[in-house]
T-cell receptor
Framework: GESVGLHLPTLSVQEGDNSIINCAYS??????FIWYKQESGKGPQFIID?????DKRQGQRVTVLLNKTVKHLSLQIAATQPGDSAVYFC?????????????FGRGTQLTVWP | DAGVTQSPTHLIKTRGQQVTLRCSPK?????VSWYQQALGQGPQFIFQ???????QRGNFPDRFSGHQFPNYSSELNVNALLLGDSALYLC???????????FGQGTRLTVV
């Protein structure tokens, strides 16, 4: 069943501030995680991924942190912009799925105020 | 590269009817998965196709069925539609299990 969840359903930040979106997972055997951004009326869009043999990965303005000890994942967005407003999902790869079934959390709605 | 494409974008059906949704995966991808996303929820896995066979299935009734064609495109069929089937249906394709899944824009199905 679903093993990924989120701490907060909504997050509001001011433009220019940094945002942190959190995610908890329950399957300690999960080996691959993805963050997706979903704008209204659109499909999920890949942001960044991280494998379980890593603790941190950086992209353009985004950083993902993985804490396997407490089974926690976070997405940090630097200098948040209005265009970052969307729902953010973390997704977990089903380790038992050879073709990669993804489990999604409920999502966090990020709102960026000017 | 057109990415993952789905059709139609919107659809309205009556309870009891049947519907077929279509998906073309990203170029080079041979694995297609279907997800159902209810309003305010994360996507839920329906099933996955590889080499024209259903390889894995989520917790969905047999009313949900699918097909994959030799060109890797796929269809999702839902029979005997219920009001609760109203959702955004997403198609995703991947190169392999250790890379990101690319999603289409989805088909918004409304059952009335």
């Amino acid at each position: 069943g679903e093993s990924v969840g989120l701490h907060l359903p909504t997050l509001s930040v001011q433009e220019g501030d940094n945002s942190i979106i959190n995610c908890a997972y329950s399957n300690s055997a999960s080996d691959y995680f993805i963050w997706y951004k979903q704008e209204s009326g659109k499909g999920p869009q890949f942001i960044i991924d991280i494998r379980s043999n890593m603790d941190k990965r950086q992209g353009q303005r985004v950083t993902v942190l993985l804490n396997k000890t407490v089974k926690h994942l976070s997405l940090q967005i630097a200098a948040t912009q209005p265009g970052d407003s969307a729902v953010y999902f973390c997704a977990e790869n089903d380790r038992g799925s050879t073709l990669g079934r993804l489990y999604f959390g409920r999502g966090t709605q990020l709102t960026v105020w000017p | 590269d057109a990415g993952v494409t789905q059709s139609p974008t919107h659809l309205i059906k009556t309870r009891g009817q049947q519907v077929t949704l279509r998906c073309s995966p990203k170029s080079g991808h041979d694995t297609v998965s279907w997800y159902q996303q209810a309003l305010g929820q994360g996507p839920q896995f329906i099933f996955q196709y590889y080499e024209e066979e259903e390889r894995q299935r989520g917790n969905f009734p047999d009313r949900f069925s699918g097909h994959q064609f030799p060109n890797y495109s796929s269809e999702l069929n839902v029979n005997a539609l219920l009001l609760g089937d109203s959702a955004l249906y997403l198609c995703a394709s991947r190169l392999n299990r250790n890379t990101e899944a690319f999603f289409g824009q989805g088909t918004r199905l409304t059952v009335v």
